[in-house]
């Protein structure tokens, strides 16, 4: 398992930033991203909220055992609102997406 700070300094490299940019857009200090990225200290769960949002991931992303970010908040958002359907949509959902996942799975063995 990834510990936090790595998946901070992965996740702000990604973005291209400095400790500097990304404490500026969490309203932190500098140091202390230097601190969380060397697990020396653990952010509080508003400040690791904070760094979710900024990198549009999740906090069990953040703070857990995911192994990706594929579960980004719009995936989430979406999973949740999937509980509005209808039986009989949410089928009709599951046919069309098995269709697309076993197509994309095909594609990737003869690729």
């Known amino acids: 398992m990834a510990k936090i700070g790595n998946k901070i300094t992965e996740l702000r490299k990604q ?5 500097s940019e990304l404490a500026k857009q969490i309203n932190a200090s500098r140091e202390a991203i230097g601190k969380y990225e ?6 509080s769960v508003e400040t690791a ?5 900024v990198f549009d991931v999740s906090l ?17 958002e979406r999973l949740e609102d999937f509980e ?18 076993r197509d994309a799975k095909a594609k990737k063995a003869y690729a």
Request: charge should be negative.
């Open 15 to 19: 973005k291209g930033w400095s400790q």
């Open 84 to 101: 509005l359907l209808t039986e009989e949509d949410k089928n009709h959902l599951f046919a069309l997406l098995d269709a697309f996942l």
């Open 60 to 76: 069990d992303y953040l703070v857990g055992d995911v192994l990706k970010p594929s579960f980004d908040k719009r995936m989430i």
């Open 49 to 53: 909220k904070n760094i979710a949002d």
């Open 38 to 43: 060397r697990n020396e200290a653990m952010p």
